[in-house]
């Protein structure tokens, strides 16, 4: 089952006591694209990618992918999508007692998507990929932030998903780090993976390393802002 439509019908969702994060909006996200998610500090960025993954559920109106209306389904009516997109938010999604290399492993042993030993051969080339060999068989309390921060978002492509959802993945991240992440997204793309993308970033060095489009959150709307490539300063 692919993604092939994302959309909103009404949809409203706020935060108890806060302004509202959407109201009432309608929208058709594009699709096959990197969009860099922008808005003012506290607006909702990470509230909107948590919506899209599933996450958090509007108050009102609908979330439909492929013309299904997320907010009536239940876990397993979900799940084949839920299969489909991958998100790091911070420095969470790791299981504190596991292992780096196990929080790798995990998702890929428990949906049966691959052989062990498939499995088993997609982790440690990742983990030689992205240089943290040392660290793979400690647990996430016991090494550096950055390294934690890493594995978040390793885990979030472990699976190649087709939508992939990113809350500030360049945030603690060395430099080094960003570009063999970049890369990563880069060369899954070219396998047919990582379709559609949704980057939240104030870090607009990181994400000139891509070919992105623009949508605005603003007072509880969304807009859509078309960026040509060609006119794009790239500061590397």
Known sequence: MKIENL?????????EGQEPI???VEFDFPMNEILWVKADEGAGKSSLLQILAGLQIP?????????????????????????????????GGLINNRTLYDNLMLPLLYHKVLT?????????????????EKFAHERPAHVPGRIRK????????????????????????GQDSVYIFADHIHRLRKEGHLKHIFISSYDEKFMNLFNY????????????????????????
Do not use: W
């Open 7 to 15: 959309k909103f019908e009404g949809v409203s969702f706020t935060h």
């Open 22 to 24: 959407v109201q009432n």
């Open 59 to 91: 108050q009102s109106g609908k979330y439909l992918i492929n013309g299904e209306n997320v907010v009536d389904m239940s876990f397993e009516e979900f799940l084949p999508f839920r299969l489909k997109i991958g998100y790091s938010f911070d420095y």
């Open 116 to 132: 062990p030993e498939e499995c088993k051969s997609r982790v440690e080339a990742m983990i030689k990929e992205f240089g943290i």
């Open 150 to 173: 890493l594995t978040c978002l390793m885990r979030a492509v472990v699976m190649q998903p087709e939508m992939l959802l990113l809350d500030d993945p360049s945030v603690g991240l």
């Open 213 to 236: 489009q623009i949508i605005h959150l603003d007072d509880g709307q969304i807009y859509l802002q078309t960026v040509d490539p060609e006119k794009r300063v790239v500061h590397l």
